[in-house]
Structures are given as structure tokens and as C-alpha cells.
């Protein structure tokens, strides 16, 4: 009896098998986007409360950190392996120099508040590290002077002040027991304010970003992203690199779109195609500086008179400036390098602006796509004799923005730059380009066909080195 | 000499412009990749066409004439402008048809199939042929009225007798020569001569800023001579001595007269251009506003709502709900940078000639004689490629000549992954319906011409909009577009989306028994001398007694009110004056949603509440009770019914069924499945009645001798396996059945899945049923299949009256059940009809069913899906009966009611053991059998 029953058992299943396999595999199905862009972002670890385990009292910052120290022995040295700490890149070899050459905030100039060196006493708001004074070299070795809580700590309860010390009447120990995994209060207090206000330096980048609604930004509006969640964090190394601060980027350093949307991410074939030339960006970032304006223009040349002030046009300390919101990004290749950056010393170009970074790649350049940029211009001051940029001392008492004397300005920085002043500057163009990669928009509000191609469409094909409309003359690697 | 150099010189530099052509595009581009540190280079306008000298209509520079600019001199200069102008309908607009006396289709008193001598009812006024009794409109009021989109030439320059517009006498008596005179409603001459003509405007599509409103204001004025010119204002070639006054401006031009090349703004035309005469065409970065309802200056989007537009719908300024969800673009086509004239090509543009596949020989997919460039740049087609739908009567000989969606489109093999009969879809429903699924602007919805607002205008009505007529503040809602059944040159037919646009008017009879609309100066007369509405009307008509009449009071809804402005039409000497309806359908192919934004839900269309049946509103009323009916010269058939609603709102309801389609999901004939019902809950309650009998009777006779049963094996393995396989395949094809039959009834289940579903499973039934027969076939078994002849009928009643009597009474079953004998009469007859009847008939419809994708015509020549989708139905119905009783009477058969089931489980059966008659004790196979304990 049991050798019969599983028989017909047997029996029911081979029926069963012979209906469904044909149904299901003739079900008809629609196309599907491959990839699933959720299984490649980092899960939050538990938070640990340190309101019970840091035990005060402290007298200094050193203090925290040492008192961190004890349970994080590794962290201290890890940070120092970064430029979050060091402020200037590893030594490397650039073609219009002999000798290697490093670049970072401390020792190159960008162009908005011209130069950190020498002007310690505002700049160090936003290093890592505590008690970078003015008049001593700083110890780069002294681990009890790095900042854990500028990152950790609740930035309600903690604030950075002058030399990167902590701000006038912080709570050490208030701030000590709120540490926690970053959020984006504590990579905004300084990212969010680069160039010296809100979004001013990036225009992608703004305190709108704190709690942004969905139109701002689909990752951290839409799907409550943190600014961790891409910027993966290994033993304080974090990912992802400023272009402007390097000359070459291994991509294996850079956080890329790719990373989580794997795969065909679009269905249409034609936006398929788009990829081997278009930046995700170039289409997800439409507009820069959404919310709140960014600076495209800051003249030096103007500052120190007696104007009347307005925060968006013009301060006494700084020139004037332009500001602009909703700014369509400027387009141009990029292959994640620069051709060039302006190093203390070069000389400037006499014929047209100067330019502190040249993205680098062309329309023949397989690995380079077509990127976003915001164009900062500037009108810097430069020695009319040795034909370099000038890095003036600019704050402290006797900076620029206390007496509004350039000369001075110029002749402070001399032994700490090591740059010769001649005694006579004029102002001079410079531009910078900053690529557009945050606030980014999903596919309904990115760009579509007649942005770029068409009548109306804000690509100049031409000047990227396209015989016309690629729509009509055919792509980099598709011809007609 | 000079004949034999002139088209050698216009051949050459055809020639040398082609080459520029080609060296400019080498050039830019080894200039403009080195460009990128210089920055944006210069706009470069028309770089390719030459200078050239403005001729006035004698062939004088215009600068030593100061004449009006000649078109047809100065671009025929190089271009045969009279080959363009004679291949133009854009320019001919119907007078062709005049001139050749060509029979028209429309309305009794239609002169053409085009805007000249087709009378429409949105723009109201009739172009009076010779000898109309009342003249209301002449050509050259035709210029002044709809000249603003015309091109020019065709009616602007040439009578309808064929002799050039200045070469008329001036006479009122000649319509081409008369205008009317609103006071007096009779004609007054006009003088061509010292209006002049318009030549066909060159400018006005190959330049790329055209001044339309001046050449309008001109047209308007009957300045005739100088629109073209006007055309040319805003370029700096023109100075505006005052209004209407134009000079030449000597600065624009070289020391030979010839225009300097900056000002040479020649071009391909674009979407802009188009768009100054045919609809809502959106092409420059500010923000898309609609124009209030209605407004005809802007045709296309007026009557259809269609707008072409590249940007998102939610980036338009449209007061539009449900905006924030609209993320995607007016017109996929204009997004992705199609052009108006991609599609609607000059017919011998060498770039996209093709010949069709009728018309060119079996071996060649193209042929590469064609024109070259030069030689067309010389006589450019200026006759369009077009549809065959949108403006249905326009242009009649070119209908069909433009490339369809699937000529560009791999529609077939795109939709085939999720949509089943893909190929059935695309043959019998236009791309249109499921890619232009709504309108999301307001269009015209009727005209009610039987009345006269205060300012001498007709009462309209729009759909997709609700407010009063502010195009900022009015929520447009836009609206679905009616289905219909749209025939297509070839003869195929297609449902296609349409507006419709109903209207309402007075005709009367003129002195020579011809019927006419009755002309905007009579219905004045009739309602509104003086300007304002008589006593007797505001008695009539004023309902609060305010002394206006507002729209709603407006409306001849009695007998009375129509015999009253019927009798105010009489006085004033129109003959039998009535109210005449007419729905208009507006082809809507324009505005088309890709994928994501498409039909793609199969119930929309196979439920209950078809989209495909889907009543449309016509009008809010129907004025004098007179139910308007589809004009005639369409390619669309009224299939369907015009109903009102108690409100008097009149609705048009598509009938599918009466356009011979059956669509699955929606179609059902009512009788099919009523009998089909019927006869399966009569097996339920039979059934019901039989066992609730047997089991009154096992109660009441519980002591009755229970026969002997012994244990036999009945069924071999395969024989099992094949039964339980059909079980399974036949349940699931009824229900699948079922689901597609009546989707709104199962809503949880995919109805493409079910599609597939029940075909896979049909395929499954087919084969194992054939696997079977090859088995009963080659073991023999086919014989328990086949009645004996001998006492067949006795036999089967013997069996009967057993169902119906002796199984009430414990009587032994009449026939013994035996591995080489296991049916009785009445089995063998029922699966004698099932095998050999229906099972082959419900493959065949399902097989003819499913090859209407592939060879339709075997379906159609048994009546089509109308025919065979109920008969497959009704067989369903019966086999859904049989399965009742089959499975019923299984219970019949053992001590126990399962132990038939059981017994094609296992293959073992208890069988009553009866005395076997000598002469059939030959086994065909020895019986396996036990017995029972």
C-alpha cells in the first residue's frame, strides 16, 4: 500500500512539473532594470551610548582625546594618515616642475579666501586637529591633538573656534558623551561652509543638506541618505577625493554612482549609450546650487573700500561678489584628473585668466565623460614683477582684514610662504573648476533629449569637440 | 549661347553648394576641435545658402523699385518657384479641385476638399460660388479672413477660373472679385489690382524669424501686395515708415544690391515655423502657457488638444491637476528632437524618399537613383508627407504618404516580451490609442451656431477644462479621447483616438433648391438687428427676466423657440429654414507618451468597462431636440449610438461589437452564456437532486444486501497519468477561461498571464490528448472507446433506468465494470461527443482563435472573433457541465463514493462482482483481481 501511495505522489508532482514548467516559463514578463542599487549600501552599526562610559572631568581637548585613546588606540594614527589631518597631499611628480610636488590647503592657494597658510587663526576652524598656532610649526606626530569630537560629537554641544581649538564655553565632557557615528551636522559644519559661508565654495554642497527634502537631493532627501552612507569609511579613511586639492585621483579612491547602480541602469537603449560619454551627473545634476545661491564671482580687487555692505554683494574684507542659485552647470570633459594646477610660484597667464585647475580630458579620451562644473571666477592679486599669485596674510591683527593694507598683507606672508613680495601687485582673472557630483535628481527631474540636443539644448557640441548635434552627426563611437 | 549656360550655371551651383556643404562640416570641425580654450565661437546663420537680390513681382531690385518683395522672382532666381507652387497644397488648399471640377465627398455645398471651398463649421463662413442667391463670402475676404494661414499663392493669386486674381474685372456679380458688405449683406467689387496678390511666401518657413503678425496685420488690412514683405520686418532689412508702410533699408544690402550675408537667415523649417499656423508648438526655454480654449489661430491644439511641446508637462505653466505626477514630456517625438518635418518630409527629399514597398520592384529594398541634392534644392516637393487620418479631407492624393509609427518603430518584436499577440495589437489598434492615452490640454467640444451670443458669436463649449474661460486660472483637466474604428487607405482597419467636435446650425433652401448654411449676416438679422435681441426673442428666451440672456438661457430647447427664430429667418426671405447637427472627428496622432507612460494594463480595454467603449460627451444639450449625426467624408463609421442622459446631455457610446470586434474580457454575446449557465446549474442541481435521492434512500434502506465487490486493477499507470493530466489541464483552461471571459470578476489575476496561461495549456491538452490516442490506438484500448452496435440502444436504456431508478434501490450496476470493458452505453456515448465533437471543435475555434495573428483570414471566413469567441465559450460552458456530472457519477460507481476516484489514483477499483456472461470470458488482458474480504 505505502509503495502504491508514493507512487501516485510521484505521480501528482510529474503532472504538476509538466503543467507548470511551460506556464511559468512562457509568463510573460517586462524588461527589468538589473541591479538592485540598495544591496551596496552600508548598514548603520549600532550606536553605543558613551554617555556612560566617557567619564570626565577634562580640562583640555587633549584630554578627550586622550580618554578616547584608551578604548581607540588605532584612531589617532589612522586619522593622521589622512589629509584631514595633514592638509597637504603625498609628494608627486607634475610635468611643469622638476622637483616633486605636494598640494593641499596648507601650502597652495584655491580661489576664494586665496591662501591658509599664515592666516591659522581663522582657517584651522576646520582642520582635524587642535592648537595650530601662528607662531610654531605645527607637530604633526602629537596624537592627543587630534579632534575626534569636530566628527563624533553632537554638533548642537560641540563647535570648533579659532586654531581649531574648541569655541568659548563648549562642555568638554557634554560633548565628549554624545559622540556617535557621524552625521551630516558633522561633515556639514565644515563642507557645507567652504569658501567661507553657507554652500559658497561647492554650490552642490549647502546646508540645505542637513534635512533635505526630496527635490534637493534624491539620495539624502528622498532616501535619507548620510553623507557616510557613499563616502564609505575604513579606519578614518574616507572615500572620495576633491579634485581640486589632487592632480590625480585613482578612481579606487573616488565614490562612483556605479558603485551601487550596477549594471543597465536605464532602459532605454539611447540612454544606455549616453554612458560611455555622459556623466551620471551631467543629466542627475541639472542645476547647481538649488535652495541657496553659490559665489561665481568674487573680485579682491574692490575690497577695502568704504561701500556699503550687503552678505551676497560686498564686504569691506573681501571685495564684491556675485552669487547665483539654480546655476546651469558649465560642461566639460573630464576623465577625474586635472591637466594642470596652480602651483605657489607659477606664473600667470598675462593673456586671459589664470587658471588654479584645468580638469583634464577630451572628446578622444575613452576614460573622460562629460561633466558638470561650477566655474568660480576671481580676481586675485598677483606681484606685477615676478608675475606669481600672491597669498596675503589676511587674518589675525595684523592681517588684511584688520588694517586693510595689501602691502602688508604681502610682506607678512613672505617668510611664511617663501614667496619673494617685489612691492607692487595688481589683481588678475582666475578661474577654478569645481565639479558638480551632490544634489542629485532622479530620472523624472533629470535632464531629458531636448536639454542638450535641439535648438534649444545647453551643450556647445562644438566647443566639446563634436562636428555637431551628436543626435544628427553621430556620437564618439558611433558614427552616422 | 546663354540656353545652353543658364542650367549648366543653376546645375553647377546646386553642385557648389553641396560641396561648401561638405567642406564647411570638415572645416568646423577641424577649427572647432581646436576651439575649446577660445571659447563659444560665433552663431553662424545660414552659411550655406548665398546672397541673393530682392526682386519686386517685374523682376526689378527692390532697392531701385522700392517695391514689395517679389517671391516668386526673387527665390526663383534659383528654385523652380513655380514647380513649388503647383506642388503645393499648403498653397493650393482646394482651388485644384475647383479647377478641375473635381466631385467632392462633403457637405452638399463643399466646392473642394480644402479650406478653400470646404465649409467648416468652427470658422462658420461659406465661400459663395457663382449664382448663390445669398453671397456671403468672397476671395478676397477669404485672404482677409484666413489668409493668416495661408501661404500664400494657390486662391491668393489665381480665380477659380483659372485666370490670375488681377486679371478679374472688378464686379460685384463675381465672387472671386467681391466682398461682402455686413450692412447691406449684398456684394461689393473688389479691385485686385490695386490690393495686389500673395505670392506664396517663401518666408514664412525658411526663415528663422518671421514677422507673422505684421504680414498678418497687412493681410487683414487687404494691403495684399506687401504681407510677404511684411514677413521680413523685425530683420533689419526694413525700415516701418508708420503702420503698413515699408522701406527698404539700403544698409542691409551690398554696393550690388545684393542682400549682405548676415541678413541671409534661410532655413530648413523648423518646429516654430510650422507652428504659426497649426497649433500649440512649444520650441523656445520660457514656460509653456495654452492658449484660452478653443482660440483657432490655433487649430490643431483648438480641436484636439494636442500640443508640441519637448518639455515635461509639470515645467509647463498649465493650471494643470495632477500636475507633480505628469513627469514627462508633452510630445516624446519633439522631446527627443524629432522635427515636424522628419516626418512630414518634402515627398521628394532624397534624404527620406522611399519608395513603398508596393511600388518598387520585389528585388530591391532601396534604390539608390534618386534625386541629388542639387537637383532637388531646384524643384523641392512642396507637397508634404502625411497621414491619413489627422485633417482627413485635406490633400486626399497624399494621404498615406507619411511613414507611420512602425515604419521607424520595431513595434512588433518590442511589445512582444510582456504583450500577448503582440502582432493581433498592433494589426487592429493604432499605436495612437495606447501612446496617446490623454490629452492634457482643453479642446473644442461643440458649437451651437443655432444661436447668437451678445457678441454675434456662436455658443461653444470645450471638454478637459472646467472654469470660465481665463487660460491662468482655469483647472485643465484635459480628456481621454474616444476610441473609434478608423479605416486606412488600404482598407485596414485600426482603432484610433479622436476628439469629437459637435455643431449646431441653421440651413435654409436658396432661390435654386440648393441648401446652405445660413450666413452670419442673416442670423444677425434674425437675432440680433440692431445689435441687440428683439422683445419677442427676450420673451421667448429670457427665463429670470433680467432682459439679458445668459448662456444657459441661451438655448432653443422648445418647439416654440425654434419656430419662433425659424420664423424671424423666414421674414427675412431663407426658405425653409432648420437645425441641422454634425459631429466632426479630430484625428489625434500627435502628442504621444512613451512606454512608461502608455496603456500597458490589459484591463483597460479587456473588462467590462472597456476603454474601447467608453462614451464620450458630445454637448451639454442638444439644441431644437436635433440629434447630430457623424459627417460623412470620414474614415471613421458611426458604429456606435448617440444617447442623452437625463439631463439632456447628449453622449456618444462606441459599440465594438457593432464594429464586428470582440474583445475578449469586454465582448460576451448575453444568450451564450445564459444557455451556457443554464445547462451547467441544471447538471448542479440535477446532480443535487440525484445524490440528495440516493442518500435519503441509503439511510431508509440501510439493511439492503450489499453486492460482492472484488478488488481489480482497472486503470494502467499511463492511462492514469494521462487522465490526471487532462484533469488538471481542462480545470485550469475553464478557469483561465473563466478569467479572461470576465476579468472584472477576478481581479487579482494577470490577464496577460491568464492569455498565455490558457494557451500553453491548450497546447499541453493537444498533445497529451494525441500521446493518448497514439496509446489506445497501439495497445487496442481504443475498442473500450467504440459501442457495440448490437443492442446498443437497449442498452443504454437499461443503463438509464438504472441512474434513474435501481440505484435508488441498491439494484446492482446492469453492466459490469471490467479492465477490457469499463464503460457502459451511456459512457461511451458521452465521450463518444466529447472526443469526436466537442474536444475537436473547442481546439479548432481556439486554434483559429489564436491564429488571428497569423493568418486572420481563416478566422475571418468563419465569422471572426465575434463568431468563434462565443461558440468557444458555450462549448466551455459545456464541458465546465460534463465535468459535474462526470465527476458525480464517479461516486455511483464503488461500495464507497470515492472509490472510483481513488481507483484512477492507485488503478485499483472495487467492482461489483457479477455472473459474466460464457461468450465474453476471453480476456483481452488477464485481470489482475483480488478478493475483497
Known amino acids: ?99 616633486p610636488v605636494t598640494i593641499g590647503k596648507i601650502n597652495q592657494i584655491n580661489n576664494f579666501c586665496i591662501s591658509a597658510q599664515g592666516n591659522q587663526h581663522q582657517c584651522m576652524t576646520c582642520h582635524i586637529g587642535y592648537a595650530w598656532s601662528d607662531e610654531t610649526p605645527y607637530d604633526f606626530t602629537e596624537q592627543a591633538n587630534v579632534d575626534c569630537l569636530v566628527c563624533h560629537a553632537d554638533m548642537g554641544i560641540y563647535a570648533k573656534g579659532t586654531y581649531g581649538n574648541p569655541a568659548e564655553g563648549v562642555d568638554l565632557l557634554a560633548a565628549a558623551q554624545s559622540v556617535r557615528a557621524p552625521t551630516r551636522e558633522n561633515c556639514g559644519s565644515c563642507h557645507f561652509n567652504g569658501g567661507g559661508g553657507n554652500n559658497v565654495k561647492h554650490g552642490d554642497l549647502a546646508e540645505s543638506l542637513y534635512f533635505p527634502d526630496q527635490e534637493v537631493d534624491v539620495h539624502m532627501g528622498g532616501n535619507d541618505f548620510l553623507c557616510t552612507d557613499c563616502h564609505v569609511t575604513q579606519n578614518h579613511e574616507i572615500l572620495g577625493r576633491l579634485v581640486v586639492d589632487n592632480v590625480t585621483i585613482d578612481p579606487s579612491e573616488q565614490v562612483a554612482c556605479a558603485t551601487c547602480h550596477t549594471g543597465t541602469v536605464h532602459t532605454d537603449e539611447r540612454l544606455t549609450a549616453h554612458v560611455q560619454s555622459v556623466a551620471c551627473q551631467t543629466c542627475h545634476i541639472p542645476t547647481i546650487a538649488l535652495d541657496e545661491p553659490t559665489k561665481t564671482y568674487w573680485d579682491w580687487s574692490t575690497a577695502g573700500l568704504d561701500r556699503p555692505e550687503e552678505h551676497f554683494t560686498y564686504l569691506r574684507i573681501k571685495g564684491t561678489f556675485i552669487y547665483e542659485q539654480n546655476l546651469m552647470p558649465t560642461y566639460l570633459w573630464f576623465n577625474g584628473n586635472l591637466d594642470y594646477r596652480y602651483l605657489l610660484g607659477d606664473l600667470i ?59 602688508n598683507a604681502f610682506r607678512l606672508s613672505e617668510p611664511i610662504t617663501g614667496l619673494a613680495y617685489s612691492g607692487h601687485y595688481d589683481f588678475t582673472e582666475t578661474w577654478m573648476f569645481w565639479p558638480s557630483t551632490h544634489m542629485v535628481q532622479p530620472a523624472d527631474r533629470a535632464l531629458q533629449c531636448d536639454d542638450c540636443h535641439g535648438e534649444n539644448g545647453r551643450l556647445d557640441w562644438i566647443a566639446l569637440g563634436y562636428p555637431g548635434d551628436p543626435i544628427e552627426w553621430g556620437g564618439r563611437f558611433q558614427r552616422p | 549661347m546663354t540656353d545652353l549656360i543658364k542650367p549648366l550655371n543653376l546645375r553647377t551651383r546646386m553642385l557648389a553648394v553641396g560641396l561648401l556643404l561638405a567642406l564647411l562640416a570638415v572645416g568646423m570641425g577641424i577649427r572647432l576641435a581646436a576651439a575649446r580654450e577660445t571659447g563659444a565661437p560665433t552663431e553662424a546663420i545660414s552659411p550655406l545658402h548665398p546672397t541673393f537680390a530682392l526682386l519686386d513681382p517685374e523682376g526689378i531690385n527692390v532697392l531701385e523699385s522700392a517695391g514689395p518683395v517679389s517671391t516668386m522672382q526673387t527665390c526663383g532666381q534659383c528654385h523652380d518657384t513655380l514647380f513649388i507652387v503647383e506642388h503645393s497644397y499648403h498653397a493650393d488648399l482646394g482651388l485644384s479641385d475647383i479647377l478641375t471640377g473635381t466631385q467632392v465627398e462633403g457637405q452638399a455645398w463643399d466646392s473642394s476638399t480644402g479650406r478653400y471651398g470646404q465649409w467648416d463649421p468652427l470658422t462658420y463662413r461659406y465661400l459663395s460660388g457663382s449664382g448663390d442667391e445669398r453671397f456671403d463670402l468672397g476671395t478676397p475676404e477669404w485672404v482677409m479672413l484666413f489668409g493668416a494661414r495661408h501661404v500664400g499663392g494657390g486662391p491668393a493669386t489665381t480665380s477659380r477660373i483659372g485666370v490670375p486674381l488681377v486679371d478679374l474685372f472688378v464686379q460685384a456679380s463675381n465672387p472671386d472679385s467681391a466682398v461682402l458688405d455686413p450692412e447691406t449683406g449684398l456684394p461689393v467689387a473688389w479691385d485686385w489690382e490695386a490690393s495686389g496678390v500673395i505670392e506664396m511666401n517663401c518666408f514664412l518657413c525658411h526663415m528663422a524669424a518671421p514677422d507673422n503678425a505684421a504680414r498678418t496685420a497687412e493681410i487683414e488690412a487687404g494691403n495684399f501686395a506687401w504681407a510677404n514683405t511684411a514677413t521680413l520686418n523685425g530683420m533689419g532689412l526694413l525700415n516701418q515708415d508708420g503702420v503698413g508702410v515699408y522701406a527698404w533699408n539700403p544698409a542691409a544690402f551690398d554696393g550690388e544690391g545684393e542682400l549682405l550675408q548676415e541678413y541671409v537667415a534661410i532655413q530648413d523649417p523648423t518646429n516654430a515655423n510650422c507652428a504659426q499656423c497649426h497649433g500649440v508648438v512649444h520650441t523656445d526655454a520660457n514656460v509653456l502657457i495654452l492658449p484660452v480654449c478653443g482660440d483657432l489661430s490655433y487649430p490643431q491644439t483648438a480641436t484636439t488638444g494636442q500640443v508640441i511641446g519637448p518639455g515635461r508637462i509639470l515645467n509647463s505653466g498649465v493650471n494643470l491637476s495632477n500636475k507633480e505626477e505628469l513627469a514627462f514630456a508633452w510630445d516624446i517625438h519633439a522631446e527627443r528632437q524629432v522635427q515636424c518635418t522628419d516626418c512630414h518630409y518634402s515627398l521628394n527629399n532624397p534624404v527620406f524618399y522611399q519608395a513603398s514597398a508596393v511600388n518598387r520592384p520585389a528585388h530591391l529594398l532601396f534604390d539608390p537613383r534618386r534625386l541629388e541634392i542639387g537637383e532637388y534644392l531646384e524643384r523641392p516637393d512642396h507637397n508634404f508627407a502625411r497621414g491619413q487620418s489627422a485633417q482627413f479631407n485635406v490633400a486626399p492624393d497624399l494621404k498615406g504618404t507619411m511613414r507611420r509609427c512602425d515604419s521607424c518603430h520595431e513595434a512588433v518584436d518590442t511589445h512582444a516580451g510582456w504583450l500577448p499577440y503582440a502582432a493581433r495589437h498592433m494589426a487592429t489598434v493604432a499605436c495612437e490609442t495606447c501612446h496617446i492615452p490623454q490629452l492634457y490640454a482643453p479642446a473644442i467640444r461643440s458649437y451651437d451656431w443655432t444661436v447668437l451670443t451678445a457678441d454675434d458669436q456662436p455658443l461653444t463649449s470645450c471638454r478637459g477644462v472646467e472654469g470660465a474661460g481665463d487660460p491662468v486660472t482655469d483647472l485643465v483637466t484635459g480628456f481621454q479621447p474616444v476610441l473609434l474604428q478608423r479605416t486606412n487607405v488600404d482598407g485596414d482597419t485600426l482603432l484610433a483616438p ?41 420673451v421667448a428666451f429670457d427665463a429670470n427676466g433680467d432682459g439679458r440672456l445668459s448662456e444657459a438661457e441661451l438655448v432653443i430647447d422648445t418647439p416654440e423657440k425654434e419656430a419662433l427664430i425659424a420664423g424671424r429667418l423666414e421674414a427675412i426671405g431663407l426658405r425653409d429654414p432648420r437645425i441641422v447637427g454634425e459631429v466632426y472627428p479630430y484625428s489625434i496622432n500627435h502628442n504621444v507618451v512613451g512606454g512608461e507612460q502608455a496603456l500597458d494594463d490589459c484591463e483597460t480595454c479587456h473588462s467590462a468597462d472597456s476603454r474601447l467603449a467608453q462614451p464620450i460627451i458630445l454637448a451639454g444639450y442638444a439644441p431644437g431636440g436635433v440629434a447630430p449625426e457623424f459627417v460623412a467624408d470620414t474614415n471613421v463609421p458611426l458604429a456606435g449610438e448617440v444617447y442623452a442622459d437625463d439631463d439632456g446631455a447628449l453622449y456618444y457610446q462606441p459599440d465594438p461589437q457593432a464594429e464586428s470586434r470582440y474583445i475578449f474580457g469586454h465582448s460576451n454575446v448575453a444568450w451564450v452564456d445564459r444557455v451556457g449557465g443554464l445547462l451547467f446549474v441544471g447538471v448542479l442541481i440535477a446532480v443535487g437532486g440525484h445524490s440528495g435521492l440516493r442518500a435519503w434512500n441509503a439511510m431508509r434502506m440501510k439493511d439492503a444486501v450489499k453486492a460482492r465487490f472484488k478488488r481489480t486493477y482497472m486503470y494502467q499507470a499511463y492511462e492514469r497519468i494521462w487522465h490526471w493530466l487532462q484533469t488538471v489541464v481542462i480545470v485550469l483552461l475553464l478557469f483561465t477561461g473563466l478569467v479572461i471571459h470576465r476579468p472584472e470578476l477576478f481581479g487579482i489575476f494577470s490577464f496577460a498571464g491568464m492569455v498565455v496561461m490558457h494557451n500553453v495549456l491548450a497546447v499541453l491538452l493537444a498533445i497529451n490528448a494525441f500521446l493518448s490516442l497514439f496509446y489506445h490506438l497501439a495497445s487496442g484500448e481504443i475498442k473500450q472507446f467504440i459501442p457495440r452496435p448490437r443492442g446498443f440502444f437497449d442498452n443504454a436504456i437499461v443503463q438509464a433506468k438504472y441512474y434513474l431508478g435501481g440505484i435508488f434501490r441498491r439494484a446492482p450496476h446492469p453492466f459490469e465494470k471490467t479492465p477490457e470493458r469499463r464503460m457502459n452505453p451511456l459512457q461511451q456515448m458521452t465521450y463518444l461527443v466529447i472526443l469526436n465533437v466537442l474536444l475537436p471543435l473547442q481546439g479548432l475555434t481556439g486554434i483559429l482563435m489564436w491564429g488571428v495573428q497569423k493568418w486572420p483570414q481563416y478566422a475571418r471566413f468563419l465569422g471572426g472573433l465575434p463568431g468563434l469567441a462565443p461558440f468557444h465559450t458555450l462549448i466551455a460552458w459545456t464541458f465546465a457541465a460534463f465535468i459535474v456530472a462526470h465527476v458525480y457519477l464517479t461516486t455511483t460507481g464503488g461500495p464507497q463514493p470515492l472509490d472510483s476516484i481513488k481507483a484512477m489514483v492507485t488503478g485499483w477499483e472495487e467492482i461489483e462482482v457479477h455472473e459474466v456472461p460464457e461468450e465474453e470470458k476471453k480476456p483481452v488482458r488477464k485481470p489482475k483481481t483480488e478478493e475483497k474480504k
Not at chain 1, 548598514?43 to 551610548?49: E, F, I, L, N, W
Not at chain 1, 580640562?59 to 580618554?67: G, I
Not at chain 2, 433652401?509 to 444677425?524: K, Q
Open chain 1, 1 to 99: 500500500m505505502k509503495k502504491i501511495k508514493s507512487f501516485w505522489i510521484l505521480g501528482a508532482v510529474g503532472i504538476l512539473l509538466i503543467v507548470l514548467v511551460p506556464v511559468i516559463s512562457f509568463w510573460p514578463r517586462p524588461t527589468a532594470v538589473s541591479g538592485d542599487p540598495w544591496a551596496n549600501v552600508p548598514q548603520h552599526p549600532v550606536h553605543t551610548s558613551h554617555a556612560d562610559i566617557v567619564q570626565g572631568p577634562f580640562e583640555t581637548p587633549q584630554d578627550v582625546t586622550r580618554a578616547c585613546l584608551e578604548c581607540h588606540p588605532e584612531a589617532a594614527s589612522d586619522v593622521m594618515m589622512t589629509t584631514h589631518w595633514t592638509w597637504e597631499s603625498q609628494p608627486f611628480e607634475v610635468s611643469w616642475r622638476d622637483e
Open chain 1, 349 to 407: 597667464d598675462f593673456d586671459g585668466p589664470t587658471f588654479i585647475n584645468v580638469p583634464s580630458g577630451n572628446i578622444h579620451d575613452p576614460t573622460a565623460l562629460i561633466f558638470p562644473f561650477k566655474v568660480h571666477v576671481a580676481n586675485q592679486p598677483y606681484d606685477t614683477q615676478y608675475g606669481y599669485l600672491l597669498a596675503p596674510i589676511t587674518s589675525g591683527p595684523n592681517g588684511y582684514w584688520t588694517n586693510f593694507d595689501w602691502d
Open chain 2, 498 to 538: 479622436y476628439n469629437l467636435i459637435t455643431a449646431w446650425f441653421w440651413v435654409y433652401e436658396d432661390a435654386h433648391g440648393n441648401t446652405r448654411p445660413v450666413r452670419i449676416v442673416d442670423l444677425e438679422a434674425a437675432w440680433r438687428p440692431d445689435g441687440a435681441y428683439p422683445s419677442e426673442v427676450l
